[in-house]
C-alpha cells in the first residue's frame, strides 16, 4: 500500500476515534438530571421549563376533586397545573385545587423562576361568566389569587393560567396582603418537608354579598378558607379568614377541614377511605406544622 494511501487511512480512523470520543465525554459531562427529564441535555432541559413542559406527580391527583352541593352553579376547568371549580352566576370560583411539591417549590425559589411582572390578569374566553381584568379597575378591592403566584413560579404556563381572572376574588388589600398573605407564604415553606401539598383555597359565599364591576355583577365573598394536606404526613390543617384587615396573627385563623365544609357545604378529600378521611379532617393542631415567623 503506497504511503499517501496509509496516511488517508489512519487520518480517518483518528477522525473518528475523537469522534466517539467526544461523544462519550458530551453524555458524561453535558447532561444533567433535569426536574422533568433525567436524560434531557441542559439546553432541551432549559427550553422544556420555557415552554412549560409538564411536571409528573407521583401522587394521586384525585384528592384535588371536590363536591360540590348541585344547587351550586360549576363549571370545572383542568388548566395544566391547577383545577378551578368556576362559578358563572357569582362570576368568582367556588374552589381552586392544586398540588405543591418541594419539587415545584425548590424551582419556584430558585433564581431562573419566572418573575411575577412578566405575567398579567387575564379573562379566560373559554369560561362562561368569567371577568375582564378592568372589571375590578376602582373597584377598591384587589385581584386577589387562590392559587397563589408564588407556588406557580417554578413553570411558564402554570404562572399564565394562575393570573387568569378564573382564578381570582376581590379581596381588601390589607387582608390580601396582610395575614393571608402569610398564610400563602407558610403553605409554600410547609411544602419544603411535607414533600407533597395537596392545597385547596376559595371564597365562602354567602346570600348576602356585596357586588363589583360595571354592571355589579361579581361577587365580593365576606370570607375565604383554605384547605392543607400532607399525603405523606396524613396530615391536615384549614383556615378562614374574614375579608378585611385582621387584627390577631394568620396562626389564630387555623380551623379543621370539618368546620370549613360545614360553611361551604362542600366535600374535601373524598377519595379518602372513609375512615381516614375522619380523623384527618377532624383535627387541627398548628404546633404540628413547621414554625414559621412572617416579615412584619
Request: charged share 30%; glycine share 6%; aromatic share 12%.
Amino acid at each position: 500500500m503506497k504511503k499517501k494511501q496509509k496516511r488517508s487511512i489512519y487520518y480517518l480512523l483518528a477522525v473518528v476515534l475523537l469522534g466517539l470520543a467526544g461523544y462519550h465525554g458530551y453524555q458524561k459531562n453535558g447532561f444533567y438530571k433535569s426536574a422533568y427529564n433525567e436524560e434531557l441535555p441542559v439546553e432541551q432541559g432549559q427550553q422544556d421549563k420555557q415552554e412549560g413542559k409538564e411536571y409528573q406527580s407521583t401522587g394521586d391527583l384525585s384528592l384535588l376533586d371536590v363536591r360540590l352541593p348541585e344547587r351550586l352553579d360549576n363549571q370545572t376547568v383542568h388548566y395544566k397545573h391547577i383545577v378551578v371549580y368556576f362559578n358563572k352566576h357569582y362570576r368568582v370560583p367556588n374552589c381552586v385545587a392544586y398540588e405543591l411539591t418541594n419539587t415545584m417549590t425548590s424551582m419556584a425559589d430558585s433564581r431562573d423562576a419566572e418573575n411575577r411582572a412578566n405575567y398579567k390578569f387575564e379573562r379566560d374566553h373559554d369560561v362562561k361568566g368569567c371577568p375582564d381584568w378592568w372589571d375590578y379597575k376602582d373597584s377598591g378591592y384587589t385581584r386577589g389569587h387562590m392559587a397563589p403566584a408564588m407556588d406557580m413560579r417554578w413553570d411558564k404556563t402554570a404562572m399564565e393560567q394562575c393570573f387568569l381572572m378564573t382564578n381570582i376574588c376581590p379581596q381588601v388589600e390589607e387582608m390580601n396582603d396582610g395575614e393571608w398573605r402569610h398564610v400563602e407564604e407558610a403553605v409554600h415553606k410547609w411544602s419544603r418537608s411535607a414533600k407533597r401539598l395537596i392545597v385547596l383555597t376559595g371564597p365562602i359565599l354567602t346570600n348576602d354579598m356585596e357586588y363589583i364591576g360595571k354592571h355589579d355583577d361579581i361577587a365580593v365573598p365576606e370570607s375565604f378558607f383554605k384547605v392543607v394536606y400532607a399525603p405523606e404526613l396524613n396530615r391536615a390543617i384549614a383556615f378562614v379568614m374574614e375579608n378585611k384587615g385582621m387584627p390577631n396573627s394568620w396562626t389564630n385563623y387555623a380551623t379543621t377541614i370539618d368546620k370549613v365544609e360545614a360553611l361551604t357545604g362542600y366535600d374535601f378529600l373524598a377519595k379518602l377511605e372513609d375512615n381516614v378521611e375522619n380523623v384527618v379532617e377532624s383535627k387541627q393542631n398548628i404546633k404540628d406544622w413547621p414554625a414559621y415567623y412572617p416579615r412584619r
